[in-house]
């Protein structure tokens, strides 16, 4: 006998936030992307951008040092995303996002 799979929610946080970086124009977002040891929720690699879905509320300290430190070492920017936040305003979680981008895209200046 076949065990049955529960098919997965399609309309999970990480898929509607999927689903609007990928229609960030000039961006190639990645997901579940490898990165040493680890995996990285989303990642941008021209602009050097992590975005990381954080479970608990804002102001809670980080337990990925390790992994942090090793991502700043390789030249990223991580933005850590709180998901109640962002599910309770996917909108205003992509305006930050393309802040950010837009920071890191703008040539620096001499």
Not at 18 to 34: D, Q, V
Not at 43 to 66: F, K, N, Q, W
Not at 86 to 107: F, G, K, Q, S, T
Request: proline share 4%.
């Amino acid at each position: 006998m076949q065990r049955k799979v529960p098919l997965r929610s399609r309309n999970t946080l990480e898929n509607r936030l999927w689903a609007r970086l990928r229609t960030l124009e000039g961006h190639r977002f990645r997901r579940k992307s490898p990165f040493k040891t680890f995996t990285l929720d989303f990642v941008e690699h021209d602009a050097g951008l992590v975005i990381s879905l954080e479970d608990g509320e804002p102001g809670r300290r980080s337990v990925h040092i390790i992994r942090d430190r090793l991502l700043s070492e390789a030249g990223y920017v991580i933005l850590r995303l709180w998901r109640r936040e962002v599910d309770r305003d996917l909108h205003l979680a992509i305006h930050r996002i393309r802040r950010v981008l837009e920071d890191l895209m703008e040539p620096a200046s001499v």
